[in-house]
């Protein structure tokens, strides 16, 4: 099940070596995309771009999200332009992983 990443902060219950998978909004044609800045005991993998639900509308932006380790992972999620030094965007996730 894919969960969708509020803005500003949140935390969500994970397990050791379980693929989670976390949606934001896609920029569509904006040049703008989501990253994950490294965290360590998390592998992150963005996903390819899916197609639009529909017309004219941007598709979300995916990423799987597999804890290694025991704790708290934070998970720094940015929306950046590669023409921009600053995020335009930050969301955190914490996985508290057991």
Same mark, same amino acid.
């Given at each position: 099940?894919?969960?969708?990443?509020?803005?500003?902060?949140?935390?969500?219950?994970?397990?050791?070596?379980?693929?989670?998978?976390?949606?934001?909004?896609?920029? =569509?044609?904006?040049?703008? $995309?989501?990253? +994950? @800045? !490294? /965290?360590? =005991?998390?592998?992150?993998? $963005?996903?390819? +771009? @899916? !197609? /639009?639900?529909?017309?004219?509308?941007?598709?979300?932006?995916?990423?799987?999200?597999?804890?290694?380790?025991?704790?708290?992972?934070?998970?720094?999620?940015?929306?950046?332009?590669?023409?921009?030094?600053?995020?335009?965007?930050?969301?955190?996730?914490?996985?508290?992983?057991?």
């Amino acid at each position: 099940m894919i969960q969708d990443v509020p803005k500003g902060a949140s935390t969500v219950d994970a397990e050791i070596g379980r693929t989670l998978e976390f949606a934001l909004p896609g920029g =569509g044609t904006t040049g703008y $995309r989501w990253e +994950a @800045r !490294p /965290a360590d =005991g998390v592998e992150v993998k $963005r996903l390819p +771009a @899916r !197609p /639009a639900a529909a017309f004219g509308s941007a598709a979300p932006d995916i990423f799987q999200v597999t804890p290694q380790r025991a704790g708290d992972i934070r998970l720094q999620l940015e929306l950046r332009a590669p023409w921009q030094a600053q995020s335009a965007e930050t969301r955190v996730v914490t996985l508290r992983t057991r």
